[in-house]
C-alpha cells in the first residue's frame, strides 16, 4: 500500500485544477517553483537574463503540457526537467561560447591540499568562471543529482566523456580557487 503525504495531496488537487484551466492554480504553482527553476537555470547558463526567459519559457511550456502530466511523479521533478532541457538548447544555440570536446585544455594533476578552506562564495564564483561543458556536467551530477550515464544521454556526449568534464571541472575550480587565495 502506498501512503500519500498530505502535501503530495495538496499538491495533486492544485495541479488537477491547473488541467482544467484554473488560473489562480497555475499561479500558485508559479509561485511556489520559480525561485528554484530560476537558480536551476542560472546554474546552467550563467546569466540572469537568459536565465529569467528559460524560467518563463519553461512554465509556458509545462502549461500547455499539464495535460500530460502524470501525477504519479512529483510536479517539481517534472518541472525541473523541463528547465534543465530548455536551459541546455539555449546553450547549444550558442556555440560560439561553447568549447567542443577538442578544445578543451587538459590541465595537469592538481593535488588538493588539505588546508585549503572553500568558502560558499568563492566556490560558486569559481564555477561560474568554468567553461559551459564543465560547468554543466558538474551542476548535473553534483547539483542534480544525474549519473554520468544520465548526462550522457541528456547532452548527447559518452559517459566516459561526461566523467572526463566533470574531473576537469573539479581540477579547474581547484585551481580557480587557489589564484584567488594567491591574489589575496
Given at each position: 500500500m ?5 502535501p503530495?495531496i495538496i ?8 488541467k ?16 528554484a527553476?530560476?537558480?536551476?537555470s542560472y ?29 504519479e ?7 525541473k ?21 577538442d ?14 578552506k ?13 567553461p ?9 551530477y ?17 559517459e ?12 579547474k ?12
Amino acid at each position: 500500500m502506498k501512503l500519500i503525504t498530505k502535501p503530495k495531496i495538496i499538491e495533486d488537487s492544485i495541479i488537477n485544477r491547473c488541467k482544467k484551466g484554473d488560473n489562480i492554480a497555475f499561479e500558485e504553482i508559479y509561485n511556489k517553483y520559480k525561485k528554484a527553476m530560476l537558480n536551476l537555470s542560472y546554474r546552467f547558463l550563467n546569466r540572469t537574463e537568459d536565465a529569467n526567459d528559460v524560467l518563463q519559457e519553461s512554465f509556458i511550456k509545462a502549461f500547455q503540457n499539464i495535460s500530460n502530466f502524470e501525477n504519479e511523479a512529483a510536479f517539481g521533478s517534472w518541472l525541473k526537467r523541463v528547465v534543465i532541457n530548455h536551459s541546455i538548447d539555449i546553450l547549444k544555440k550558442k556555440k560560439n561560447n561553447s568549447i567542443s570536446i577538442d578544445q578543451l585544455e587538459i590541465i595537469e594533476e592538481i593535488e588538493e591540499p588539505n588546508d585549503i578552506k572553500y568558502d560558499i562564495e568563492t566556490v560558486k564564483k569559481c564555477i561560474q568562471e568554468l567553461p559551459d561543458g564543465y560547468r554543466i556536467v558538474l551542476t548535473l551530477y553534483l547539483f542534480e543529482d544525474y549519473s554520468h550515464k544520465e548526462i550522457a544521454n541528456t547532452l548527447n556526449i559518452s559517459e566516459s566523456t561526461s566523467k572526463s568534464q566533470y574531473n576537469r571541472a573539479k581540477k579547474k575550480i581547484i585551481q580557480l580557487i587557489q589564484d584567488k587565495k594567491l591574489d589575496i
